[in-house]
């Protein structure tokens, strides 16, 4: 696909469509990468995206549990 380079004040840009905008999830802001080439437009996603769904995942294979204890003796615990 070849797009237009168009003024954007004393800067330029191109146009991307809805449908590109969309497809590859570009909301607000995206990642400007600069290869040696070319360029590469990554998403940002928020933070933590998707990790219900993997949480959820985890649990159902039984992946979920604790990798150390969750209480402490009371041996350990010094007195203020």
Do not use: C
């Not at 570009?26 to 360029?39: A, C, N, P, R, S």
């Amino acid at each position: 696909m070849k797009v237009a380079i168009i003024n954007v004040g004393n800067s330029k840009g191109i146009l991307l469509s809805k449908t590109i905008l969309e497809r590859y999830g570009f909301v607000e802001k995206i990642e400007l990468v600069m290869k040696q080439d070319h360029l590469e437009l990554i998403p940002v996603k928020p933070p933590r995206q998707g990790w219900d769904e993997a949480f959820k995942k985890m649990h159902e294979r039984g992946e979920d549990e604790l990798l150390i204890e969750d209480t402490l003796d009371d041996d350990i615990i010094e007195k203020w």
